[in-house]
């Protein structure tokens, strides 16, 4: 390790343990990390932003080839940009509402055409299950429980009709699908949480600690 | 006809159907038509907490998700809050709009400052309601953690589209005391939420929830439309699964299936 | 109230503090739970035993950081096989999000181990290039196409290793250790277009859906979470005596450390879900009466 | 009125029809595809754009603490010298000032001020967040997984099988229930969920695109 390098993991240790002391209870350390992390990362973005995506989306296209048939819808996307600050001037500040009529149309949209034929239709179809497993009967009892699980939770979603009697019935058996997979969802992702934990205390353990006796030549 | 992607001819039909369902139905809700929908737990929560933070003195936390406004359950966060503005504009209850996305940002900044000023408050409106935090989940997050710690608002909103940050803001609001309702359709963070909130409304309920809400004959329309092509789904479910069991008409599934 | 009943509202820092020491406890000092090694990491395991000197392994760092406590075990234990076994490697990264800083400090840690080793000749570190799927087309046809130089800047050409295979789909196996969706790319394109035997190790989190790959015989092998990777350990270790003195330095990272940790911290989520149930109960009674 | 209502909508109904029609026709269809891939290109800048608002309001807001003196000015200074520093050498390094061949590495494989503070202020601030839900999931199931009715229960037995199966001592009994739940039941709930939430999502896309809901541009509903 560098010196360079070890100041650096000597400042994010140090920022590590502040971030953590919010465990124990909200503290000035815990408060000027916070407050050191939003600044940091809202200047992340910005470096982000300009090189990742205005330059190589706006800038380069438009310097390297000007303004061609390809190029010219760019000038559009810059003033629908540019015109978002129109906020910043009272007497037009409502033009900016058109920027973002545009922007949601757009993925409104997209996200219709995409939420049907992604999601619905395939959803549906891997519902179309055979019912009678081929043959073997585990195979058809998990078919049937998919099969019904599926159908009671759009019961449960029903919203046109009161949920009682039968169709009442069936909403709770669609609840209690909802609730064992949640509860498998959330015992299945326990583990992954605990590696990222393991992630930090490694990096205080091996790389900060033992980087440190390292660099100070003691331990190996 | 050389340039239609015939292998997207089931979505067209969906498509088509889903639309004449919703058109019909709004058309018929317009004319007066049944417009029962049925109860939303979370949804009726919502004055009660306003209510709760008004009596308390304390502030309401709206949080509209970290995504932007090219996310739908972005769009449905907004017309909650636009609710939840109106209560707490006629209440007179402090709000706080903290946000990720700087177009979100924006939208909810329009969508309170109309609640306001349609709930004949344009007096108790002030931009710091809605703010810019940072555009990093985490960083955001610290933010709004910190801010549950400090100010302990009475009731927590977490609605909208949520990542891994959702339990970290559900489990801090829970310590501090709030009534919590969230809503979200980010399936892996359901659990989370169901968990650590008092409410939560999941998947479809988030996206009703801004027609339940806003009592509009043209938005309940929309929902039984809705409901109506959900029935047909699960109707051709039936029959497919039928088909399949019996091995006739293999066409259907796999016509439904292709993408 | 009984004290068992006092239980039910207790400080959750309490829990904090629990969760904190199961895992810094096994990580200085690890337990060694028994690890049973399944069939898709001994697959991959397998595959690299069937390989000779001049064959090559293409390794891709498809991580970064973020979930290095769950990839790094799985490089890590790879790279070490490969080298035990005198296989050479091709190293490079694609994860736009920290790949080139974890294939970096992997490579510098390993190489370490085994001071024999010729850069250029039994392994070469390509760095990393973004573009994703783009990229990696490029690089099954012709490494050179997506990488002219390696990570230190010397042209391909300067490298014997490279003039043995032109690009990914003239070596004999290709790993990807992946978070997202970078190993179902290498399925995808790499496997199905070139028919080069595959394998991912991947996050316990996206786990499941790798297995689909799996049993359609798109992937030879996989290696899901720090689980598979103390398995992909534990076989090393059990057939490879040089690297049992790595895996005993108290200041390494290994999976099976992780396992230790993932058992203790699962068992108290679940001592303290029975004792919130009993303290439930304690309660409920003493209302009652 | 019309320029602030009635545009504003018709612009949402345009912008949202051009990707539909689009999405039913082949790749490399004239004018179609163009205009609609077009317009997704442009989004992504007009979203490059709006970061300024963001970063306009915090500096707005900070500097305003700072000049009163309200509680917790100080942070507010650590906060806008963390932008500072980032944000300047990130735009020099994206305008390619300075000498800054970007905001990754230097030429001599030194990482750039920009790189630095990323490295080892922005990563492990961002990985110690995120860790912090190993926590947070004890606590959270610590609280919730309580025998309070059948649905609770359900809930409690199945993250509590799961857990077990998950690590070595419980798997050879508890994995094929994990594997079970996780595909079979779990897979079900979660495929209701997304049809349900897809359809009402389409018909919020709807709703939008007809100029019903407008909630979110600050449009009165009787307007």
Redesign the interface.
């Known amino acids: 390790m560098t010196g360079m390098e070890l100041f650096?993991?000597w400042?994010?240790?140090l920022?590590?343990l502040c971030?953590?002391s919010?465990?124990?209870?909200?503290n000035p350390l815990?408060?000027?990390?916070?407050?050191?992390?939003?600044?940091?990362?809202?200047?992340?973005?910005?470096?982000?932003?300009?090189?990742q995506?205005?330059?190589p989306?706006?800038f380069e296209p438009l310097r390297d080839s000007g303004l061609t048939l390809e190029t010219g819808?760019?000038l559009?996307?810059?003033l629908?940009?540019?015109n978002?600050?129109t906020?910043?001037v009272p007497k037009i500040a409502?033009f900016?509402?058109?920027?973002?009529?545009?922007?949601?149309?757009?993925?409104?949209?997209?996200?219709?055409?995409q939420?049907?034929?992604?999601?619905?239709?395939?959803?549906?179809?891997?519902?179309?299950?055979?019912?009678?497993g081929g043959g073997s009967p585990t195979d058809a009892l998990?078919a049937l429980?998919?099969?019904?699980?599926?159908?009671?939770?759009?019961?449960?979603?029903?919203?046109?009709?009161?949920?009682k009697g039968v169709f009442g019935k069936a909403s709770r058996v669609?609840?209690?699908?909802?609730?064992?997979?949640?509860?498998?969802?959330?015992?299945?992702?326990?583990?992954?949480?605990?590696?990222?934990?393991?992630?930090?205390?490694?990096?205080l353990?091996?790389q900060w600690i033992?980087g440190t006796l390292q660099a100070l030549g003691i331990?190996? | 006809m050389e340039y239609f992607d015939s292998s997207r001819l089931n979505a067209l039909v969906l498509l088509v159907l889903f639309c004449v369902f919703v058109l019909a139905f709004i058309q018929r809700a317009r004319s007066g038509g049944n417009l029962f929908i049925r109860r939303i737990a979370g949804l009726n929560a919502i004055e009660e907490a306003v209510g709760r933070a008004t009596e308390l003195g304390k502030k309401v936390l709206y949080v509209p998700g970290i995504m932007s406004i090219d996310e739908n359950q972005t769009i449905a966060s907004l017309a909650v809050l636009s609710h939840v503005a109106g209560l707490t504009a006629r209440y007179g209850a402090e709000l706080d709009v903290p946000n990720k996305d700087p177009l979100t940002f924006a939208s909810a900044r329009e969508t309170v400052k109309e609640a306001y000023l349609h709930a004949g408050r344009p007096d108790l409106y002030s931009d710091t309601m809605v703010h810019y935090v940072t555009y990093d989940q985490f960083a955001y997050t610290a933010a709004v953690s910190g801010t549950m710690v400090r100010e302990k608002p009475a009731a927590n909103f977490l609605i909208g589209s949520f990542y891994a940050e959702s339990l970290l803001l559900a489990e801090t609001g829970q310590a501090s005391g709030a009534i919590q309702i969230a809503g979200t359709a980010e399936v892996a963070q359901l659990p989370f939420f169901v968990c650590a909130c008092d409410y939560t409304l999941i998947g479809e309920e988030l996206y009703a929830a801004g027609a339940y809400l806003s009592r509009e004959p043209a938005m309940l329309g929309s929902i039984k439309g809705q409901d109506w092509t959900k029935a047909a789904v699960a109707l051709v479910i039936v029959l497919g699964a039928i088909f399949e069991s019996i091995h006739i008409f293999p066409g259907l599934k796999s016509w439904i299936g292709i993408n | 109230m009984s004290n068992l009943a006092k239980l039910t509202s207790i400080d959750r820092r309490w829990i904090f503090l629990l969760i904190g020491l199961g895992t810094l406890i096994p990580v200085l000092l690890p337990i060694g739970f028994p690890v049973r090694v399944t069939a898709p990491v001994k697959q991959i395991y397998d595959k690299i035993e069937t390989l000779g000197p001049n064959d090559v392994v293409v390794l891709s760092y498809d991580y970064g950081p973020t979930t290095g406590a769950e990839n790094d075990p799985m490089t890590d234990a790879i790279l070490r096989h490969c080298f035990s076994h005198d296989v050479k490697v091709i190293a490079l990264a694609l994860y736009p999000l920290g790949g080139l800083t974890s294939l970096t400090a992997s490579i510098d840690r390993i190489t370490a181990e085994f001071p024999d080793l010729e850069y250029g000749v039994d392994y070469v570190n390509l760095g990393y290039k973004d573009g994703g799927q783009a990229t990696m087309k490029l690089l099954a046809e012709d490494f050179s196409g997506a990488f002219p130089n390696d990570t230190h800047g010397t042209p391909l050409s300067n490298l014997p290793l490279m003039q043995q295979v032109k690009g990914a789909r003239n070596a004999q196996f290709a790993i990807s250790v992946a978070t997202g969706i970078f190993g179902e790319w290498w399925a995808n394109l790499i496997n199905a277009q070139y028919g080069l035997p595959i394998a991912v190790g991947c996050t316990a989190v996206s786990a499941p859906k790798y297995y689909a790959y799996l049993e359609a015989g798109q992937m030879l092998g996989l290696i899901g979470g720090l689980k598979g990777a103390s398995e992909y350990e534990q076989l090393v270790k059990d057939n490879y005596p040089n690297t049992r003195e790595a895996y005993a330095n108290p200041m390494l990272q290994t999976a099976s450390k992780g396992m230790d940790v993932q058992t203790i911290d699962h068992l108290i989520i679940i001592a303290f879900i029975v004792i919130g149930n009993l303290a439930y109960f304690a309660d409920r009674r003493a209302k009652r009466a | 009125m019309f320029l602030k209502v009635r545009l504003p909508i018709l612009l949402t109904f345009f912008a949202g029809l051009i990707p539909i029609v689009a999405f039913f026709f082949k790749d490399g269809t004239p004018y179609v595809k163009t205009l609609s891939s077009s317009l997704e290109q442009d989004m992504v800048i007009v979203s490059g754009f709006a970061l300024l608002l963001g970063v306009v309001n915090v500096v707005q807001g900070n500097v305003r603490k700072i000049e009163r003196r309200e509680k917790g000015w100080f942070y507010a200074i650590v906060l806008l010298a963390g932008m500072a520093f980032m944000g300047l050498f990130g735009a020099a390094g994206a305008m390619r000032l300075f000498g800054l061949p970007g905001i990754g590495m230097m030429a001599d494989g030194r990482p750039t001020p920009f790189q630095w503070g990323s490295l080892y202020l922005f990563t492990p601030l961002q990985a110690t967040m995120f860790a912090l839900l190993a926590f947070y999931i004890a606590s959270a199931a610590f609280r919730a997984f309580r025998i309070r009715n059948v649905e609770a229960t359900i809930l409690l037995v199945a993250a509590v099988f799961v857990m077990l199966g998950r690590i070595p001592i419980g798997e050879p009994l508890f994995g094929p229930i994990t594997e079970w739940m996780m595909q079979v039941p779990n897979g079900a709930a979660q495929r209701g969920i997304i049809i349900g939430a897809a359809l009402g999502a389409a018909s919020l896309s709807l709703r939008v695109i007809l100029g019903i809901e407008r909630s979110y541009l600050g449009l009165d509903k009787s307007e």
């Open positions: 650096g993991t400042i994010a240790a920022l590590t971030l953590m919010f465990l124990y209870k909200d815990f408060r000027f990390a916070e407050a050191l992390f939003a600044g940091v990362s809202l200047g992340y973005y910005i470096g982000i932003t300009m090189d995506t205005l330059r989306n706006l819808h760019l559009f996307a810059g629908v940009g540019l978002l600050y906020r910043y409502w900016a509402r058109s920027s973002l009529a545009i922007y949601v149309g757009y993925y409104v949209g997209i996200n219709m055409v939420k049907l034929q992604g999601e619905v239709l395939p959803q549906a179809a891997a519902t179309m299950v055979d019912l009678t998990n429980v998919v099969f019904i699980g599926v159908l009671t939770v759009l019961i449960y979603f029903f919203f046109s009709v009161e949920h669609g609840i209690w699908f909802l609730m064992l997979g949640f509860g498998a969802a959330f015992g299945y992702t326990v583990m992954g949480r605990i590696s990222l934990l393991i992630g930090r205390i490694n990096f353990v091996i033992g331990g190996g």
